[in-house]
């Protein structure tokens, strides 16, 4: 059985970071593209960051240079370190598995995040 479990969110104010991790279970983590999702409320999902097998980064252009993805293989878990966290980054983050042949996704049940003084 798959399974993907974030941690890590919470409260924290303006200016702020927060580290969220995704624990992946059930598959070979190395056979994934990983990525970071989140939707706030009344909006649509969006791709926040996402890293391949060969760890090639993409981010969206309102986390660039804020955001960091990485995985760690040998411990089957996904990070996203963000800091200068702003409030429009208030939002539930999931985490998301492709597999890089089947295209299969795997997700997460989400964990909120919320930037507020």
């Known amino acids: 059985q798959v399974q993907l479990v974030e941690s890590g969110g919470g409260l924290v104010q303006p200016g702020g970071s927060l580290r969220v991790s995704c624990a992946a279970s059930?598959?070979?983590?190395?056979?994934?593209?990983m990525g970071w999702y989140r939707q706030a409320p009344g909006k649509q999902r969006e791709l926040v960051a996402e890293i391949a097998t060969w760890n090639s980064t993409n981010y969206a252009d309102s986390v660039k240079g804020r955001f960091t993805i990485s995985r760690d293989n040998t411990k089957n878990m996904v990070y996203l370190q963000m800091n200068s966290l702003k409030p429009e980054d208030t939002a539930v983050y999931s985490c998301?598995?492709?597999?890089?042949?089947?295209?299969?996704?795997?997700w997460g049940q989400g964990i909120q995040v919320t930037v507020s003084s």
């Open positions: 998301n598995a492709q597999h890089i042949a089947t295209m299969r996704r795997y």
């Open positions: 059930g598959i070979i983590l190395s056979r994934y593209f």
